[in-house]
């Protein structure tokens, strides 16, 4: 433990991406696009899901959920940048970075957890879809999710009392739009190499883990499918097909991020975009428009054409 350092930087610059007013006004376009869709779009799979009494399995459920951490995920950094944008502050409190680190580790690490549930959700209805009604029972389906937030808050906490730890008491340049752990300790007037190891293995582990998880299930499913060849199948398969496209977006940036020591190589500010607001982005445009009905028919990954097969 680093000893308390009473001339602690009282805040940060958090650099953004551009220092002239076009290129700024341009960001914040484009920002604000990006964070009005992701908000228009998962509010309207949240109220479509609470409304409609026919959606009312573990499926939506979950897609309901996810669409609520996409929403919270976002809000955690997107605010801060349009803010930035347009007044040109680029400063931000000590106590604020630290808060945003943390929350953005809190809802990150649950959507993965909860990514890898859906996932076992998918498995469950394709490949045993006689006993899915018994393994994803809602008691079964809340405590998941519970699990998943759960989870997220231990790792959150563990990364932010790491950061914590660590003396800053000279540069307070970040050179990302918002606070994360690696342009963060980078700024500590100690040596962190043993701090970094601890947080790549916490937040890179956890990346790799569900994400390998992941592969996994969809690779089971694949098989499943091809085992039986037909047209409600291989809309199975193309669907899945997408939603492994949207995993990937998320966890390849964040595996890059996180999955090595900060100090190896710098990570990229538009990498950073991927994860915090592209993948959220890409949630309602794969559950609304990769069928051509609107948001009453979400894409019938799982149970729906598992059923279908055994009643005909």
Request: net charge positive; charged share 10%.
């Amino acid at each position: 433990m680093h000893p308390e350092n009473s001339s602690r930087v009282p805040e940060f610059i958090l650099l953004g991406f551009s220092d002239t007013r076009e290129l700024a006004l341009l960001f914040f376009t484009l920002f604000f696009l990006a964070y009005a869709m992701v908000l228009l779009g998962n509010f309207l799979i949240i109220v479509a899901v609470w409304t409609d009494p026919k959606l009312s399995s573990p499926m939506y459920f979950l897609l309901c959920n996810l669409s609520f951490i996409d929403i919270c995920y976002t809000s955690v950094t997107t605010p801060r940048v349009l803010v930035a944008q347009l007044s040109g502050i680029k400063a931000i409190a000590f106590e604020g970075c630290m808060a945003q680190l943390f929350f953005l580790h809190f809802v990150g690490s649950s959507e993965m957890f909860l990514l890898t549930v859906m996932a076992f959700d998918r498995y469950t209805a394709i490949c045993r879809p006689l006993h899915y009604t018994a393994i994803m029972a809602r008691g079964v389906c809340w405590t998941l999710v519970a699990a998943c937030w759960a989870g997220g808050f231990i790792h959150s906490t563990v990364q932010t009392l790491l950061v914590l730890q660590l003396p800053f008491c000279g540069p307070n340049t970040i050179h990302s739009y918002f606070c994360d752990v690696p342009p963060v300790i980078r700024l500590a007037c100690a040596n962190t190499a043993l701090t970094e190891w601890l947080m790549a293995s916490n937040s890179g582990l956890i990346s790799l883990g569900c994400f390998l998880v992941l592969v996994a299930s969809y690779t089971l499913i694949l098989a499943k499918v091809r085992a039986r060849v037909s047209q409600g199948n291989w809309k199975a398969l193309s669907t899945c097909a997408s939603h492994m496209m949207a995993v990937t977006l998320l966890f390849i940036p964040c595996i890059f991020t996180y999955l090595r020591p900060a100090g190896t190589l710098p990570t990229s500010k538009y990498v950073c975009v991927i994860y915090t607001i592209f993948s959220p982005m890409m949630n309602p445009l794969i559950y609304t428009l990769r069928n051509k009905p609107p948001l009453t028919h979400v894409p019938k990954c799982h149970i729906h054409t598992a059923f279908k097969s055994l009643q005909d």
